[in-house]
């Protein structure tokens, strides 16, 4: 692989997850030799812009991957499971954003502010945490580099894009029709998602969601403490971009907010926003567009032993996936 000149694909370029890859390479100048935007026959022919330059969209194809160095898979797991394996075969890297490799004990699952070092020796394939594992080990791995973690607790409020572009273009229908007065539609999703608050729309498994249950088991392999409790309800809020979660946390060792607080704000990839008097906490609103994973409301929980309450806010379409599959990508380059 050319480390000055690589050739690079993305896979779903036309999706909310590979369009963030896309603005995300430009904006870090990611040496790129050649760009191929690649997603379904549906798009075949479609352009998107790339800075000055104007791109063709073309089905991926065992053709349309040959000679790749680095292709980022955001076009679900199904896509990834048919392609990566090809890209890898012949000496390329694939980073891939779906979840179909992420409990693979041969694949590293990488958030690089937390453990960059799971990628040496990896064959090809680098999986991505979801959009909440990402920025919750970003948080929770400090945390337990100082205290010790015992027991996890979050709530999620997760926005619309978490789920593609199509909810993003749904919630806002939703929002014209209930200005206007006229009954708001919901087809993407179970429930009208605009005025609401939604516990649900992922697939089950038995009592709990497809997304609580790779939230547990990826944050404890990113963290590598295989036996953490982690206690999760995942929550879909009308909110566009950026994924929030109240967290509790229980720790080995006493820590006040203080103490977090200096701990947080010497982590990467964290920004403290904690002063809740002028009104300063994370906000989708204000993560959205940056790679920061904002933590504030950072306080002492008196309701167990050694307890830390606190809230995170990070955009799920670029910490959450494009600029982690970025950094592990500009990593890979590093060697
Ligand atoms: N959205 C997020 O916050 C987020 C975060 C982390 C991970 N991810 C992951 O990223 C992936 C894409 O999610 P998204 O939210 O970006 O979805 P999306 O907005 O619905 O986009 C889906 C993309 O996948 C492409 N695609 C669908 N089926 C395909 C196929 N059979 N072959 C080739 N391309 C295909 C689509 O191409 P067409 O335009 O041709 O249909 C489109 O580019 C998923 O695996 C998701 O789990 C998303």
């Given at each position: 692989m050319s480390a000055s000149a690589p050739v690079v694909a993305v896979v779903g370029a036309t999706g909310a997850a590979g369009g963030t890859v896309l603005r995300v390479l430009a904006e870090r100048a990611f040496p790129l030799g050649e760009l191929r935007l690649l997603a379904s026959e549906r798009s075949d022919g479609a352009v998107l812009q790339f800075g000055d330059a104007s791109l063709t969209v073309r089905p991926v194809s065992d053709a349309t991957l040959d000679g790749v160095d680095i292709a980022f898979f955001a076009a679900g797991a199904l896509t990834s499971r048919r392609?990566?394996?090809?890209?890898?075969?012949?000496?390329?890297?694939?980073?891939?954003?779906?979840?179909?490799?992420?409990?693979?004990?041969?694949?590293?699952?990488?958030?690089?502010?937390?453990?960059?070092?799971?990628?040496?020796?990896?064959?090809?394939?680098?999986?991505?945490?979801?959009?909440?594992?990402?920025?919750?080990?970003?948080?929770?791995?400090?945390?337990?580099?100082?205290?010790?973690?015992r027991h996890v607790t979050l709530a999620t409020y997760q926005a619309a894009s978490g789920a593609g572009r199509d909810l993003v273009a749904e919630l806002a229908l939703q929002e014209r029709a209930d200005a206007e007065g006229s009954e708001p539609v919901a087809t993407v999703y179970p429930h009208v998602l605009h005025g609401n608050v939604v516990p649900g729309g992922w697939r089950m498994h038995g009592a709990d969601t497809d997304e609580e249950v790779k939230i547990i088991a990826e944050t404890r392999r990113v963290l590598e403490l295989p036996e953490l409790p982690v206690s999760v309800t995942t929550v879909r809020v009308p909110v566009a971009v950026a994924h929030s979660a109240a967290v509790w946390v229980e720790l080995d060792s006493r820590?006040?907010?203080?103490?977090?607080?200096?701990?947080?704000?010497?982590?990467?990839?964290?920004?403290?926003?904690?002063?809740?008097?002028?009104?300063?906490?994370?906000?989708?609103?204000?993560?959205?567009?940056?790679?920061?994973?904002?933590?504030?409301?950072?306080?002492?929980?008196?309701?167990?032993?050694?307890?830390?309450?606190?809230?995170?806010?990070?955009?799920?379409?670029?910490k959450g996936a494009a600029t982690n599959a970025v950094q592990v990508a500009e990593l890979l380059l590093a060697g």
């Open positions: 392609h990566a394996p090809a890209v890898a075969a012949r000496g390329g890297a694939a980073v891939d954003k779906s979840s179909a490799y992420r409990m693979d004990p041969e694949v590293p699952l990488v958030v690089p502010e937390v453990n960059a070092a799971t990628l040496a020796g990896h064959r090809g394939i680098v999986a991505n945490p979801n959009c909440v594992t990402i920025p919750l080990t970003v948080v929770l791995a400090p945390l337990h580099r100082a205290f010790g973690l820590a006040d907010a203080a103490a977090a607080r200096e701990v947080l704000a010497a982590a990467p990839g964290v920004v403290v926003v904690d002063d809740p008097e002028s009104q300063r906490y994370p906000t989708p609103r204000s993560v959205a567009g940056t790679d920061d994973v904002q933590v504030g409301r950072i306080r002492v929980d008196t309701g167990r032993e050694n307890g830390l309450a606190l809230f995170f806010s990070a955009d799920n379409l670029r």
